[in-house]
């Protein structure tokens, strides 16, 4: 396939994403090689392209068509990030709006992306750093009150970087993760024990996953199932919020656990759990439940994961279009349900036992606000002293921990709370043991 043509299949998948579809879905085996960094690369760079060719579009700039908006991104993408020549750029972008059925456009396209790389180049010496690093100005302000503005110059910098594709072998896993014998290109992860990729070649390792050799998973996601284990890793396992599997999956091949019960409201999530534990050849048991209603057995499980349905803020190197499409108004609403969650989920938790709270949020209100008391009979967990060696994590002012996003992690929080004393289960309805197995 040739330039033209991958760029007319990122401009297809763009305006899909556009009307709501999700890239890493559109792109999910991988793709081409010339598609996924356009596509990937115009959703990460969104705003500081258009900051760049509005100016020169004047009063245009709020009515142009999709189409044309598509192809003034990747014109200008391709220079000023993914490095072509500015005239190839260019007459593939004219070309491109002509194949998109707005010819009538070509001149407008040809004379903007013409000046759009200065335009771009100046953007550096004046524009703020939401713009600079192209992230909507609440999501950065907010992390500035959050973190600080250095932490939040690093969180919008590390963004913008691509991500590589980490797996875990699925079926050599007993070590904690060997390379698979006939692969010698990878390498493994700084800090995530069983982590690698083939650099360079990330679609290597999607093809080694298509085969079921390996599973797709960012190291900071694994090392939730690496602390589960460090935690407990006997008894009883139950993660309340597990499809598509990953965490549920690979705490089953590292530890010892009398049991491992996966839930989620989703069966058809939950089929991916099922599909993943065969192919690891671990056993566990698969139940629809709702997390936000008490869980199973009160007060016997040892280990009980959540990690929460979130706003996802720590993965937009791996979802740009994350960004464009959450709604601040949604923290407070996912926060409200993960706090219910949790409500639910330390009835479940065993004496002596912990509970595991995780979110891909960056957000203090989806983390360690849940933990600012701490609820009575339970303490919280110092969990340093069960991360694998060179773990850049930093603490959070409730006791837990918090990954910002980097080159080769994505952002998460973590908190733990361990059951010190015990006043006896709570006797509302047992949403599992009544509940749907789904199978
Ligand atoms: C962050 S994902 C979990 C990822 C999973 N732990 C893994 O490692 O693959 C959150 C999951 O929560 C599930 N979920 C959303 N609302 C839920 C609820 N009320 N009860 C149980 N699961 C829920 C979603 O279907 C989704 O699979």
């Known amino acids: 396939m040739s330039a033209s043509a991958d760029r007319l299949t990122a401009a297809r998948l763009l305006l899909r994403v556009e009307e709501g579809a999700f890239a890493s879905r559109l792109l999910s085996g991988g793709g081409r090689p010339g598609v996924r960094a356009r596509v990937l690369a115009v959703l990460r760079w969104r705003r500081r392209l258009d900051a760049a060719t509005d100016p020169l579009l004047g009063a245009r700039a709020g009515r142009l068509d999709p189409e ?14 993914l490095g072509s020549p500015a005239a190839v750029a260019v007459d593939g972008a004219v070309h491109l709006v002509r194949r998109l059925g707005k010819g009538s456009a070509s001149g407008l396209v040809n004379a903007v992306l013409r000046r759009a790389v200065d335009a771009w180049n100046r953007l550096e010496e004046n524009a703020p750093p939401d713009v600079l690093w192209s992230h909507p100005g609440w999501m950065y302000r907010r992390w500035c009150t959050a973190f600080g503005e250095d932490a939040a110059r690093e969180i919008v910098r590390a963004n913008q970087r691509p991500a590589s594709v980490w797996v875990w072998w699925v079926r050599d896993a007993e070590d904690g993760g060997g390379a698979a014998p ?6 493994p992860h700084p800090w995530c024990p069983g982590a690698w990729r083939a650099p360079g070649d990330d679609a290597l390792m999607a093809a080694e996953a298509a085969a079921g050799r390996a599973y797709v998973q960012d190291p900071a996601s694994q090392l939730v199932a690496h602390l589960a284990v460090a935690l407990a890793g006997k008894g009883s396992l139950l993660d309340l919020c597990a499809a598509p599997g990953g965490k549920a999956v690979l705490a089953a091949r590292l530890g010892g656990w009398s049991e491992v019960i996966a839930c989620d409201l989703s069966a058809r999530r939950l089929a991916l759990v099922r599909r993943l534990a065969r192919l690891a050849g671990v056993e566990v048991d698969g139940v629809v439940a709702d997390a936000t209603r008490p869980a199973i057995r009160q007060g016997r499980a040892g280990l009980v ?4 349905p979130c706003s996802g803020t720590g993965t937009l190197r791996r979802h740009p279009e994350l960004r464009w499409r959450l709604d601040p108004g949604a923290i407070p609403e996912r926060a409200g349900v993960q706090r219910r969650m949790i409500g639910a989920a330390l009835g479940a938790v065993a004496p002596g036992g912990v509970l595991l709270y995780t979110t891909c949020s960056l957000e ?3 983390n360690e606000e849940h933990f600012e008391e701490v609820p009575p009979g339970f303490e919280i967990v110092d969990l340093v002293p069960f991360l694998p060696p060179g773990v850049p994590v930093v603490g959070t002012p409730a006791g837990g921990l918090r990954l910002y996003p980097a080159d080769h992690w994505d952002g998460f ?7 010190v004393r015990w006043s006896g289960a709570t006797t509302s309805r047992n949403a599992i043991t009544d509940g749907d197995t789904g199978s």
């Open 305 to 308: 994961a959540l990690d929460a």
């Open 182 to 187: 006939s692969l010698h290109v990878v390498e």
């Open 68 to 81: 044309v908006r598509v192809a003034l991104r990747l014109g200008l993408v391709e220079t000023a990030v």
């Open 413 to 419: 929080g973590l908190h733990a709370l361990r059951r």
């Open 364 to 366: 203090p209100e989806e």
